[in-house]
């Protein structure tokens, strides 16, 4: 059988950064308030014209550099995201064409903050299947659009960036020591889609709409689901919380982070943290961690990697990786 092995990642962060001073400066909040509650101090924002395609394209660019290979090698594109560029078509048909790529197939895949577990889940399976040989799988948003910048609830969470990670087939023998993608898991529960949800939409507003979210109910599931999530993928590999060398989590909340890796007990050395840096960037904040963490050599080949992600709908999962 085939596996996916990660050859490539890249990333990519608009020059705009956005402090809590600064927020704090056009809402009633503090930068205190937020980091204590969040463990966000800046975000970046995208610049006016620069679209979600855009920041996924250079993402992608740099992954491709990464692996050294040409773009005109891919033959899969999935963007997963929730803020695309246009209702259709697809964000992903935009990267393929500003990446020059013509054969193939490219499309979005919509599961918000799990988006980019999602992806990378759909990417594995065509893998697995044969029906590709090298996928290019981004997370890519501009939450600042879609935010409403009076709710200092909502508005001081998010921010805009996009990361990128290159799989290629390779065989499942112990040639190239167990280098791949070990499995994926992904639930959903659209009983909670008003937990955390877009007010706006073509169908029924003809509207973008604004984010909404109960935050502490929120808080609330992601404990318990992404520690199930976790322990799914534990069990999947016959593993143990001391097998991992990294924990990649979506970057929400701090808060939540904290909680999931000391339900992992896992030393805190051990979880790669950007929130602080990039706020939550919705499917773009598991491989713009990854990036970060792969390009100042904490992340070794051979290491255990295990990411994992919520988000609305509920949307949630995991995926264990031997990078």
């Known amino acids: 059988m085939k596996r996916s092995q990660i050859i490539g990642w890249g990333s990519y962060l608009p020059k705009q950064i956005l402090t809590n001073d600064e927020l704090a400066q056009r809402i009633d909040t503090s930068d205190e308030w ?9 975000r970046h924002i995208a610049a006016e014209g620069e679209n979600t395609s855009d920041l996924a394209v250079s993402a992608a660019q740099a992954a491709i550099a990464t ?20 209702t259709f078509p697809s964000t992903a048909t935009a990267v393929q064409a500003k ?12 599961a918000v903050c799990s988006g980019f577990v999602f992806g990378l889940t759909v990417a594995d399976n065509f893998i697995r299947c044969g029906q590709a040989d090298t996928v290019l799988v981004i997370g890519a948003e501009v939450f600042s659009r879609i935010l409403d910048w009076q709710d200092r609830g909502t508005c001081v969470l998010f921010g805009d960036g996009a990361g990128a990670l290159l799989l290629r087939a390779t065989e499942s023998d112990e040639a190239n020591n ?18 955390l949800y877009v ?6 507003t003809q509207t973008v709409g604004y984010l ?3 935050g502490r109910d929120v808080f609330k599931h992601a404990v318990t689901l992404l520690a199930g999530a976790v322990n799914e993928a534990l069990e999947a590999n016959d593993m143990k919380s001391e097998d991992i060398d990294w924990l990649v989590p979506h970057q929400a909340n701090k808060r939540i982070m904290d909680a999931t890796q000391r339900k992992l007990k896992l030393p805190v050395e051990k979880m790669v943290v950007t929130i602080d840096r990039h706020a939550n960037t919705s499917a773009a904040s598991i491989p713009l961690a990854l990036t970060e963490a792969a390009n100042d050599g904490r992340i070794q080949p051979g290491h255990i990697v295990l990411v994992e992600g919520m988000g609305g709908g509920f949307t949630w999962g995991s995926a264990m990786i031997r990078w």
Do not use: C, K, W
């Open 34 to 42: 937020i980091t204590s509650r969040t463990g966000i101090r800046q």
């Open 67 to 86: 692996a050294g290979i040409e773009a005109t090698d891919i033959d899969l594109i999935i963007v997963a995201t929730a803020t695309p560029d246009n």
């Open 99 to 110: 990446l020059g790529i013509t054969q193939g197939a490219a499309f979005d895949v919509s």
């Open 178 to 195: 167990g280098r791949y993608v070990l499995s994926t898991h992904i639930h959903s529960d659209g009983r909670y889609r008003d937990l």
């Open 199 to 204: 007010d706006g939409g073509p169908s029924s």
């Open 212 to 214: 909404r979210m109960s």
